[in-house]
């Protein structure tokens, strides 16, 4: 089955540090864009981050120095490192496929069912 | 700046109305802009991309038209499974910003 799952998410202090771990089953990650989407509680969707096909990555400026994202191809694993985390970066956290062909260009077609980043003290 | 607006931001319509959501993008983004509808406790579900490509499995009666800054998703007759919260991204580069969604309820 084609599917991403999503983990890691807790409760960490503000400053804190954690990792995200989105594992892709039915496909291989590698030759994807892979994003991450993150939605705070009853709010809308905020992109976070993406890696391209041959690892450049990019980041939203509110996460720009704080978060890194990076694969693990070995495992067809994406990962999140999120450090300095702050009150605003609470949200749950989506991994997200983005094929890169002549029709989908790089749009989001699956998601995964996404984890809780809770920062509080 | 870039920027993603949608409007209006939620709409209550009748079962079988015609119902139209607007998006509008700064600066032009050609075509490359893709609508998701979001259930509530659900995951977001890729509706149209490439602005007027209906994805596989997503019923006809969602559509969507437009290029440069300006796009409509239209939901041709609505029905009580659409209630929703619809978005809109670009994504020719980054940042991959989504539109703050219209809520879409039935009356």
């Known amino acids: 089955e084609v599917q991403l799952v999503v983990s890691g998410g807790d409760l960490v202090q503000p400053g804190g540090s954690l990792r995200l771990t989105c594992a892709a089953s039915g496909f291989i990650e590698r030759n994807y864009y892979m994003s991450w989407v993150r939605q705070a509680p009853g709010e809308g969707l905020e992109w976070v981050s993406v890696t391209y096909i041959g690892g450049t990555t990019s980041y939203a400026e509110s996460v720009k120095g704080r978060f890194t994202i990076f694969r693990d191809d070995s495992k067809n694993t994406l990962h999140l490192q999120m450090k300095g985390l702050r009150a605003d970066d609470t949200a749950v956290y989506y991994c997200?496929?983005?094929?890169?062909?002549?029709?989908?260009?790089?749009?989001?077609?699956?998601w995964g069912q996404g984890t809780l980043v809770t920062v509080s003290s | 700046d870039i920027q993603m607006t949608q409007s209006p931001s939620s709409l209550s319509a009748s079962v079988g109305d015609r119902v139209t959501i607007t998006c509008r993008a700064s600066?032009?983004?050609?075509?490359?802009l893709a609508w998701f509808q979001q259930k509530p406790g659900k995951l977001p579900r890729l509706l149209i991309y490439?602005?007027?490509t209906l994805q596989s499995g997503v019923p006809s009666r969602f559509s969507g038209s437009g290029s440069g800054t300006d796009f409509t998703l239209t939901i041709s007759s609505l029905q009580p499974e659409d209630v929703a919260t619809y978005y809109c991204?670009?994504?020719?580069?980054?940042?991959?910003?989504f539109g703050p969604g219209t809520k879409v309820d039935i009356k």
């Open positions: 600066p032009d983004i050609t075509n490359y």
């Open positions: 997200a496929r983005a094929p890169y062909s002549a029709n989908y260009r790089g749009v989001i077609d699956l």
């Open positions: 991204q670009r994504y020719n580069s980054v940042p991959f910003t």
């Open positions: 490439s602005a007027s």
